[in-house]
């Protein structure tokens, strides 16, 4: 079974700190883009960043290039967002998903929801003013 578990959110001043984890188990991690994507109340979801180690592609939204780094642990098929200098604007419900890269053809991680093939339940974030 597939699974995908987003931690760490939470309420945060801003300027301050957050770090994502999303923990994913049932698919070899190692050949899935992992993405992170928000919705805020209101908003469309949005891509926010992703990673696909097999293809060696990274991305971040203009958004938050500059404040936020993905990272990945492949030992704890583990993927991280650290957050940093946050604004009010980042508060949303962040998601992760989990992009099959085997048979992708166009180079990179999606940025498009419907690409991703599996998604956890999201965590919460709110920053405060």
């Known amino acids: 079974e597939v699974q995908l578990v987003e931690s760490g959110g939470g309420l945060v001043q801003a300027g301050g700190s957050l770090r994502l984890s999303c923990a994913t188990s049932?698919?070899?991690?190692?050949?899935?883009?992992i993405g992170w994507f928000r919705q805020a109340p209101g908003k469309e979801r949005e891509a926010v960043s992703c990673?696909?180690?097999?293809?060696?592609?990274?991305y971040y939204s203009d958004s938050v290039k500059g404040r936020f780094i993905i990272s990945s642990d492949s030992a704890k098929n583990t993927m991280y967002l650290q957050m940093n200098t946050m604004k009010p604007e980042d508060t949303a419900i962040y998601y992760c998903?989990?992009?099959?890269?085997?048979?992708?053809?166009?180079?990179?991680?999606?940025?498009?929801?419907?690409?991703?093939?599996?998604w956890g339940q999201g965590t919460e974030v709110t920053v405060s003013s």
């Open positions: 998903a989990a992009e099959n890269m085997m048979s992708k053809i166009v180079p990179g991680c999606g940025t498009k929801g419907y690409e991703y093939d599996y």
């Open positions: 049932g698919f070899t991690f190692d050949d899935y883009a």
């Open positions: 990673f696909s180690k097999r293809h060696g592609s990274t």
